[in-house]
């Protein structure tokens, strides 16, 4: 069983910044993948953001050029660069890990982090 701790949410205004990151408790390298997902009042958890262990990325339409999703292998830590915030960005992140071993192909999220809460004010 993975363990994933999110930190950096916080209060900020329209079109600051902030970044996220996720420690994992087991090496993330060999994932297939990691991600990130949000949760707004009322909505449906969405995925943000992934990476696979091959380093490819993608992103919602929502995010797309100002979000930015890397991982640090050696620290086992994923972060999200999130830049342009807008007040519809505000909700709970999550990061979240598909435990298959690298390359199985799809990513399929089976771990998730408690959550850090974002909130942008406009």
Request: aromatic share 8%.
């Amino acid at each position: 069983q993975v363990q994933l701790v999110e930190s950096g949410g916080g209060l900020v205004q329209a079109g600051g910044s902030l970044r996220l990151s996720c420690a994992a408790s087991g090496t993330i390298f060999i994932f297939n993948a990691v991600g990130w997902y949000r949760q707004a009042p009322g909505k449906q958890r969405e995925l943000v953001a992934g990476i696979t262990s091959g380093g490819s990325t993608t992103y919602a339409n929502s995010v797309k050029g100002r979000f930015t999703i890397s991982r640090d292998n050696g620290k086992n830590t994923v972060h999200l660069q999130m830049n342009s915030l807008k007040p519809e960005d505000t909700a709970v992140y999550y990061c979240a890990a598909d435990r298959r071993s690298a390359g199985a192909g799809v990513p399929s999220y089976d771990s998730w982090g408690q959550g850090t809460q974002v909130t942008v004010s406009s």
